[in-house]
């Protein structure tokens, strides 16, 4: 919203920016802070989460990014950074540009959080040099860090691109702090001066890649949302740095530069937050805003109301101006409504993808509990043919019927949850055929030989289990299962072969997810 306002200016005037600033500020609120999954989240010394307050003369976000003389409001670009109506492009794809934006005012707050939304898009399969988000005590305008000066102090989070020292560890975020005296070693991609890391790949992603930046209580934390789902809440953990200790006022920026291969390093927001803790948060809004018992005093009241209603008058004026010179906008959406075929497939396929990730995650969760629940019906059994082999007087062919009912209670709620994962599979399947391609030959192979692989780990298995009753029970004796009425008391063939069955769908369901993320990926090389 306070990206709107900004970009009035042919509609009015300095004095009405400055008044609609005041009424943004007194209407904004404090909110606490939340984590990835949108729960309240603990400061580090109690409980009690940190308060969020929106700043917005160190955030940017589009549409109506840039001012009628190419500005950003409350920002400045360099280099090669081309600011536009969405979004600020730090360097282009072409070899050998350097560019960033920094706040033009240091920040007045000790704990922030920001939100910085971005791709990284190339032709080719790898990419360079990366993109850098710092916080720092003077701005970097210009140098080789990533399009930023050497030697900063404070911290710069970096989504390197560029595998420099050959370890194949790369597309990775890298946090790296300076005192000032710290030379980067590029040669090793900063890995001996990295306080925290992560792999994450960032490079021509579906959607935009969204990085969460916070800094509360001398702990620095850095949560990803990877690109793949349109979801702005879906967070997951990358790094965290604590007792870090950064200067009390800096300046925000984002650098980005190429080398000899390029990547287009787009930013399309930069929303930034001030932290409270809870017990600072009284006295401040104490001096933001009178009690509740003040009044306005009525000359105060006619003064804002003549001053809204004349900013009021001048934003129609320039509203009629602008339809005379435009005759042919009139009656016509501002963005285009209607996609092509080609969004809509593209749309289509990315949504079926992400259907059957959350699928093959609920299988997982199922095959987990059955798993749990056979193991549980394993060990009974085995304790059962231990009782029997070690022929206790006056007991021997006699089983508990309160230990019989769990058996048969435990073995109906394993057949319920094969009958719920054989459903779910059926549905992934349905799902992976819509939008299955062909050329998966070498799919088919290796789920053939994974087969294999079961059928030969399960004739082990069963084999042992075979062994331990042999040696459990007397010589005079022959190897029998307990007599459990209407149920089996050993594990039978039946249940091996759910159990083949079963890890055989969802190694299909894999192989078919694996190659259509695959095929998707080789659409953006």
Request: net charge negative; with cysteine.
């Amino acid at each position: 919203m306070a990206a709107v306002w900004m970009q009035k200016d042919s509609l009015v005037g300095a004095g009405g920016r400055l008044f609609l600033a005041a009424l943004l500020c007194m209407g904004s609120c404090w909110l606490p802070a939340t984590d990835a999954t949108g729960q309240m989240e603990s400061g580090a010394a109690g409980s009690t989460a940190p308060h969020r307050r929106f700043e917005y003369k160190y955030s940017f976000k589009g549409p109506h990014l840039v001012q009628g003389d190419g500005s950003v409001p409350f920002w400045m670009h360099t280099g090669n950074a081309i600011p536009s109506a969405d979004q600020i492009r730090i360097t282009p794809s072409l070899k050998s540009q350097r560019g960033s934006v920094w706040t033009k005012s240091k920040s007045i707050f000790e704990y922030w959080e920001i939100e910085v939304t971005f791709r990284v898009t190339g032709r080719g399969r790898v990419g360079a040099d990366g993109l850098a988000v710092w916080f720092t005590e003077d701005q970097g305008l210009d140098g080789p860090v990533f399009g930023a000066a050497d030697n900063w102090n404070g911290v710069g989070i970096f989504f390197d691109s560029f595998d420099n020292d050959a370890k194949k560890n790369n597309p990775a975020i890298v946090i790296v702090g300076n005192n000032g005296k710290l030379h980067y070693d590029h040669q090793n991609d900063g890995s001996t001066q990295a306080l925290a890391s992560c792999q994450r790949d960032f490079r021509n992603k579906p959607y935009p890649v969204r990085a969460k930046i916070t800094y509360y209580q001398k702990t620095l934390t850095v949560l990803i949302n990877n690109g793949f789902t349109p979801d702005r809440d879906d967070y997951e953990f990358c790094a965290k740095v604590e007792d870090m200790v950064l200067p009390s006022q800096g300046y925000f920026g984002i650098s980005a530069a190429t080398g000899g291969l390029a990547d287009d390093h787009d930013v399309l927001s930069f929303l930034t937050f001030q932290l409270t803790e809870p017990g600072k948060v009284a006295s401040l809004m104490l001096n933001l805003w009178p009690p509740p018992d003040t009044e306005i005093p009525e000359k105060d009241k006619e003064k804002y109301q003549e001053e809204f209603q004349h900013f009021q008058q001048e934003l129609d004026k320039k509203k009629e101006e602008f339809q005379k010179e435009h005759p042919d906008m009139q009656g016509q959406p501002t963005d285009d409504l209607y996609e092509t075929v080609s969004d809509r497939e593209l749309r289509q396929i990315f949504e079926g993808q992400n259907r059957i990730h959350l699928e093959i995650k609920q299988l997982n969760r199922q095959l987990d509990m059955i798993l749990d629940e056979q193991r549980r019906y394993v060990s009974a059994v085995t304790e059962e043919i231990s009782k029997r082999g070690a022929g206790v007087p006056g007991q021997q062919g006699q089983v508990s019927q309160q230990g019989l009912e769990n058996v048969v209670r435990t073995q109906e709620e394993v057949l319920r949850q094969v009958n719920e994962m054989k459903n779910s599979m059926g549905e992934t399947l349905r799902l992976a055929s819509s939008i299955q391609h062909p050329g998966s030959a070498g799919g088919i192979y290796e789920t053939t030989q994974h087969f294999n692989d079961i059928k030969e780990h399960l004739h082990v298995v069963k084999r042992d289990i075979e062994h331990l009753v042999q040696r459990n029970v007397p010589s005079n004796e022959k190897p029998k299962c307990p007599e459990l009425p209407q149920f089996p008391s050993c594990l039978s063939t039946t249940h091996f072969l759910i159990f083949v069955v079963v890890q055989t769908l969802l190694f299909i369901g894999y192989i078919m997810y694996r190659s259509q993320q695959e095929a998707a990926a080789k659409k953006f090389f």
